[in-house]
C-alpha cells in the first residue's frame, strides 16, 4: 500500500519527506487557501522538487479545460512520469481522464461518493479513484462500504487502478484502510506522527534506554561535575550558604586529610534545628554525628549504583576516585 502526505503546508512536506519512505504528496486548493497561498504555480513547482511523486489539481469546466490545464502545468516545469492530475468526478472528467491517459499521463479521479462514480473513474482509465471518506461519514455514509466495493471491483474486474483512502481524519481510517486492503492513502501529517506512537512502545523504549544506560555509563559520566564539599570546621551556617551555592540537597564534610567523614542533608538540618533551636547554627560540622557514607568509585557502572540505591533507599550516593570524594551521585542522574 502507497502512503502520501495530504498536505499544502511546505515546512511539514519538507520534513515529512525526510523520512524517506514516502511515496508521493497529495495536495488541493483548499488546503492552498487555507495556507494564504497566492502563487500557486511556484507552490507546485517548489513541492514537485522535493516529493517523489506530485498530486495536483487539474481544474476545467470542459474535458478541453482540464486537458489543456494538465499540459499548462506540464509546460511550466512538471514532470509527467513524477505528476498525477487531480480530477473531479464528473462526465466531462472522465472523458479528460481518457484524453490524458491515452497520452500516458498519470489521472486521479477524486471527490468520489458512490461505486458507479468509481466504476466509471477505473473504465476510463484513471490511475488512482479517490473515495473520500471522512466526508462521507460526516453525510452519514457508511464510507468503508464503498471503499471496499471499489476495491472488490478493482480486484474483480483487473483494472489497472489503484484505490486511494483519502479524507483521513483519524489514526482508526489508517487501520480500515489497511484491512480493506486499499492500494494507496494519503494522511494529514498529524496523522502520519501518530502511526507510530503507542504508550507502550514507548514505555518498553524508555526502559530500553534506561537498562543499557545502567550497564554502559560510568558513574563519572552521569554524576555532576560540582563537588560539593565543605571542611568539618566550617559553621552549619556557611555549610548551608554552601549548600544552597552548590545546587544540592545534600553537602559532603572532609576533615583535614581531604578524606569525606559524613554527608549531611537537608533533612539533617530540619531534624537539629527542631531539636536544638537557632543557636545549632553556629555549630561547627565537626560537632554532629554521622553514619558512614555510602559511596561507589567513579569508574564503577551505574547498575552498581543503582543497586546501592535501592539497598540502603537513599537518594545520594558519595562519588570516590581512590577513596577521596569528589562529587555526588543523584539518584535523578540515573
Given at each position: 500500500m502507497e502512503l502520501y502526505l495530504d498536505s499544502a503546508d511546505y515546512?511539514?512536506?519538507?520534513?515529512?519527506?525526510q523520512l524517506g519512505f514516502?511515496?508521493?504528496?497529495?495536495?488541493?486548493?483548499t488546503f492552498m487557501h487555507r495556507?494564504?497561498?497566492?502563487?500557486?504555480?511556484?507552490?507546485?513547482?517548489?513541492?514537485?522538487e522535493i516529493v517523489p511523486v506530485l498530486q495536483v489539481e487539474a481544474l476545467g469546466r470542459t474535458a478541453e479545460e482540464i486537458y489543456k490545464e494538465a499540459h499548462r502545468q506540464i509546460d511550466m516545469g512538471l514532470d509527467p512520469k513524477r505528476s498525477v492530475f487531480k480530477i473531479p468526478i464528473s462526465l466531462e472528467g472522465v472523458k479528460a481522464c481518457k484524453m490524458l491517459r491515452n497520452e500516458d499521463?498519470?489521472?486521479?479521479?477524486?471527490?468520489?461518493?458512490?461505486?458507479?462514480?468509481?466504476?466509471?473513474?477505473?473504465h476510463a482509465g484513471a490511475n488512482y479513484v479517490c473515495p473520500l471518506v471522512g466526508r462521507l461519514q460526516d453525510q452519514g455514509h457508511d464510507a468503508l462500504a464503498l471503499v471496499e466495493q471499489c476495491v472488490d471491483a478493482v480486484n474483480y474486474y483487473g483494472y489497472d487502478t489503484k484505490i486511494m483512502f483519502s479524507s483521513v481524519r483519524n489514526i482508526e481510517h489508517v487501520r480500515n484502510a489497511i484491512n480493506i486492503g486499499v492500494h494507496n492513502i494519503t494522511v494529514p501529517y498529524k496523522i502520519l506522527r501518530q502511526m507510530s506512537e503507542n504508550n507502550f512502545t514507548k514505555l518498553?523504549?524508555?526502559?530500553?534506554?534506561?537498562?543499557?544506560?545502567?550497564?554502559?555509563?560510568?558513574?563519572?559520566?552521569?554524576?555532576?561535575?560540582?563537588?560539593?564539599?565543605?571542611?568539618?570546621?566550617?559553621?552549619?551556617?556557611?555549610?548551608?550558604?554552601?549548600?544552597s551555592e552548590y545546587g544540592f540537597g545534600c553537602i559532603i564534610i572532609t576533615n583535614g586529610s581531604d578524606e569525606a567523614i559524613g554527608v549531611f542533608t537537608d533533612g539533617d538540618l530540619r531534624r537539629v534545628i527542631q531539636k536544638e533551636g537557632r543557636d545549632v547554627l553556629t555549630k561547627k560540622m565537626a560537632e554532629f554525628n554521622y553514619n558512614k557514607p555510602?559511596?561507589?568509585?567513579?569508574?564503577?557502572?551505574?547498575?552498581?549504583?543503582?543497586?546501592?540505591?535501592?539497598?540502603?533507599?537513599?537518594d545520594n550516593l558519595l562519588v570516590t576516585e581512590q577513596g577521596k570524594p569528589i562529587g555526588l551521585l543523584d539518584i535523578q542522574d540515573i
Open positions: 515546512q511539514e512536506i519538507e520534513k515529512a519527506f514516502l511515496d508521493g504528496l497529495t495536495t488541493t486548493p495556507h494564504g497561498v497566492t502563487d500557486v504555480d511556484s507552490l507546485i513547482l517548489k513541492l514537485a499521463i498519470m489521472v486521479n479521479v477524486h471527490l468520489v461518493y458512490t461505486l458507479q462514480q468509481a466504476y466509471m473513474a477505473m518498553g523504549t524508555e526502559q530500553f534506554y534506561e537498562h543499557t544506560r545502567l550497564m554502559t555509563v560510568k558513574v563519572k559520566e552521569a554524576m555532576n561535575k560540582i563537588n560539593p564539599v565543605v571542611s568539618a570546621d566550617t559553621t552549619l551556617q556557611d555549610a548551608i550558604i554552601s549548600m555510602i559511596s561507589i568509585e567513579s569508574d564503577e557502572l551505574l547498575f552498581k549504583a543503582n543497586e546501592l540505591f535501592k539497598q540502603y533507599k537513599i
